[in-house]
């Protein structure tokens, strides 16, 4: 009895343990499934990912809307401020080298590990470290992430633990209106 009981607590603690571990990661043909709110409104979006040397190209999808938002290589390794473009203005958005979509930038990433903060937008974010708050979960494991917080007012990000492409799992408390959550991750 003693022995099953044993065994049955170490399932639960590694099956808590492994569910708090889970890192999404980016390859070819990688789809991200994100929740919208845009000004009042929901919608849900589709972003799948190609890859290229080290550029990355989101195919984003959303309400009839679709474009391929270019990020260049220079921006996936050094970019310093994020696109909030909604794919609406052109089949193909070839973003600024400094731009990136749904991520931070590898550098910036470091900055944050190395650091505890990074700047992005003109904008100072701060690693949050206290225990996470109202994380995010994918098929009940919840996603390893860095929480930050915007030091000129209460935007905060949750950034997953990946170097290679820290995407942008959760964005609340916008000012510029637009939250965003990933909800589901999809190799094709």
Request: net charge positive; glycine share 6%.
């Amino acid at each position: 009895m003693k022995n099953i009981f044993l065994m049955i607590l170490f399932c639960i603690v590694y099956q808590k343990g492994t569910s708090q571990n889970y890192i999404p990661t980016i390859k070819n043909n990688t789809e991200l499934n994100y929740v919208c709110k845009l000004h009042g409104q929901t919608r849900t979006l589709s972003l799948i990912a190609q890859t290229a040397g080290d550029g990355l190209t989101f195919k984003l999808e959303t309400r009839g809307v679709k474009s391929s938002i270019v990020m260049l290589p220079e921006a996936v390794k050094n970019g310093n401020a994020l696109s909030f473009n909604q794919g609406e203005y052109a089949p193909v958005l070839n973003l600024k080298p400094t731009e990136t979509f749904f991520m931070i930038s590898r550098s910036a990433y470091q900055d944050l590990v190395k650091n505890s903060s990074f700047v992005y937008n003109n904008t100072t974010y701060v690693l949050d470290k206290n225990e996470d708050k109202n994380g995010v979960s994918i098929d009940g494991k919840l996603i390893d992430a860095l929480h930050v917080i915007a030091q000129i007012d209460e935007t905060e990000m949750w950034i997953i633990k990946n170097p290679e492409y820290p995407l942008i799992c959760k964005i609340a408390k916008n000012p510029l209106g637009i939250n965003f959550t990933l909800v589901k991750v999809a190799d094709k």
